[in-house]
């Protein structure tokens, strides 16, 4: 059982660059996140989908972008990089936190590194 | 005021003694807690969930939920050395998950 795959695991862009980060889960769930984690910071949403066809902006949306096409799959997009988008990117993937699955924790992958030069 | 806070840190105790982290949360409608463990350059790794007041044991770790106070916390026994790690408390609040920014404990042998 996969989980919830990130490629690539670690990359190094130029200034004004474009990349997408790769995100994929074999759980069946329907929630799915991006965050980004600066050095000695917790996690910061970027934005996160409820369902194939539906995304919303978390606390740090500017600078990125996202599409949710299928359940499993859910990438991030960067344009036009810059230095202060580097960080490492957490995607994670859970059930609904409504009804009976509001028990239900967050499983993440391993992670992208990610550095703006 | 931040939806979920954690004591500072860094927490910096002895082999076999109890290490005690706290979080408070704003949304007095909160329902599930979640306790995670993020070595450096790894991901997060949930440890302990819990959804009802008081206490919750597994193994050495026990976490403890007070909503009236809006608090949980997580106790470490017998801390070991691989017990050093980054500790994140999570609320689940409006349907999202949201994390507190993490408490550094190191674990001296």
């Known amino acids: 059982n996969a989980g919830v795959t990130q490629t690539p695991k670690f990359r190094i862009l130029k200034i004004g660059q474009s990349m997408t980060l790769q995100c994929a889960q074999d759980?069946?769930?329907?929630?799915m996140y991006w965050y980004r984690q600066d050095p000695g910071m917790g996690l910061k949403l970027i934005y996160y989908?409820?369902?194939?066809?539906?995304?919303d902006k978390g606390e740090v949306p500017n600078g990125y972008n996202v599409s949710r096409s299928t359940t499993e799959d859910f990438p991030l997009r960067l344009e036009l990089a810059a230095p202060s988008q580097t960080s490492v990117y957490f995607c994670?993937?859970?059930?609904?936190?409504?009804?009976?699955?509001?028990?239900?924790?967050?499983?993440f992958g391993d992670g992208t590194r990610l550095s703006i030069l | 005021q931040k939806e979920v806070e954690q004591n500072s840190g860094p927490l910096s105790v002895p082999e076999g003694a109890i290490a005690s982290l706290n979080c408070t949360y704003s949304?007095?409608?909160?329902?599930?807690f979640f306790w995670y463990r993020q070595y450096s350059g790894k991901s997060p790794e949930l440890i302990m969930s819990?959804?009802?007041?008081g206490d919750k044991e597994d193994g050495r770790f026990t976490a403890q939920l007070n909503k009236a106070s809006q608090y949980v916390s997580l106790l470490i026994r017998d801390s070991q050395p691989s017990d050093s790690a980054t500790y994140l408390c999570?609320?689940?609040?409006?349907?999202?998950?949201?994390f507190g920014a993490g408490t550094t404990v190191t674990v001296r042998a």
């Open positions: 759980m069946n769930h329907n929630y």
């Open positions: 989908s409820v369902g194939a066809g539906i995304t």
């Open positions: 994670a993937s859970s059930y609904s936190f409504r009804g009976e699955y509001s028990n239900q924790p967050q499983h």
């Open positions: 999570a609320v689940i609040a409006d349907y999202k998950l949201s």
């Open positions: 819990i959804y009802s007041n």
């Open positions: 949304d007095r409608g909160s329902q599930s």
